[in-house]
């Protein structure tokens, strides 16, 4: 019964944060969902095709490569591998040439070309995201109180302790 009422109160003192928490796990959700949409739509509609020749592989297996782009300027980017699969970044080795797919106008990395299909059908990970919404759901429902502050006529009712005492 003791371990009821601290939780109770655990989550009394967590709504308020719980709400603005709830809200911004919302929100980071839309965003998160929809910026791989919209990047991968921008590389179909915009994207530009060249040769790059891989020129390092860092320790995280990010490849660091050279091309020359649309405006002839020489540029050296970085290529994520969270979309690819190990066979993939297996068979790449430093001075390997590559056809990559870049944006020109976006802070984007290029993406391999000949996998793009692996980059269209990647699902960004919103574990961390989801739990936050989901505990933040639960203390919400457990005290609503917060959610109610403006609407009571007596302020110490939301404490527990307000008109019975009277």
């Not at 944060?17 to 915009?46: G, S, Y």
Request: a negative charge; one cysteine or more.
């Amino acid at each position: 019964m003791k371990l009821l009422r601290i939780l109770d109160g655990l989550c009394f003192f967590l709504a308020p944060i719980a709400i603005l928490f709830f809200l911004l796990a919302v929100l980071m959700l839309n965003v998160t969902f929809w910026e791989h949409r919209n990047f991968v739509r921008d590389l179909e509609v915009d994207g530009y095709v060249t040769q790059a020749t891989v020129t390092h592989i860092y320790d995280d297996a990010e490849l660091l490569v050279e091309f020359v782009d649309n405006r002839e300027f020489e540029r050296s980017e970085i290529i994520e591998v969270q979309y690819y699969d190990a066979q993939t970044l297996a068979s790449i080795t430093e001075g390997t040439t590559l056809d990559i797919r870049y944006l020109d106008y976006l802070v984007q990395p290029p993406v391999l070309d000949a996998h793009f299909q692996q980059v269209q059908a990647y699902r960004v990970p919103l574990g961390g995201l989801w739990t936050i919404l989901l505990m933040s759901w639960l203390i919400i429902i457990v005290r609503p109180d917060w959610l109610y502050t403006g609407f009571v006529e007596d302020p110490t009712a939301l404490l527990g302790f307000g008109s019975e005492n009277a």
